[in-house]
């Protein structure tokens, strides 16, 4: 009995050594745009079948936490849209994703358009899988709709490099919180933005810098 007993709490204190990161407390921030409602339809530009099922997948995530709803449109005009390309130099050099935010704006600067993109190179040379594309897909969701990078060390959707993780807690309630009250959130949150262009990379670029910067700083003379 002492013996089990011994053991049971050597385990104890070893696990209370271990990193707790099963969850991220911290709220995953906003970005500059958002759209006015927390809804919006999107034109999915992928000719590739296994593609455009990934961003099924994806929108379907977003829509099932009944946080922000995604629709898709045949309207091959509509100024938000998901497609994937086929890249490996200049901005795409190690790029998974990326997403402009600010693609279209109302008169009150309020976004109503947004272009995510996914990378096929570096996806396919890396070998995420199918369900690791569909949280890439998932991330450039959340910035489309106004979620900025979770930091580099969190168990979240948002984080800068994400590969391993779909949606979590600290995501939702982020993009929650930019919705909570739209008709003035929206306006404040767009307030004299300039459009902004966000790349996702295998690296973690958690530093402050980003967009195209990120790349110059990383490598590629040719960005």
Known sequence: MKKRLSIALSCFVLLSYLPVNAATRRITPANKFCYMTKKAS???????????????NARKAWNGSKTFKWSTTKNKKSRSFTTSVNRNSGIWTNATGMTYNGLAVNRQGVQTGAGMYLNRTVLTKYHYTKKQRTNVAIHEMGHALGLAHNDGGSVSAMNPANRTYALRNCDIRGAKQIYASAATTTKTLATAAQSTLTVDHLKDYDNGITGVEQLKKAAPRHC
């Open 42 to 56: 999107y034109y999915n530009k992928s000719t590739s079948t296994y593609y455009r099922s990934i961003w099924t």
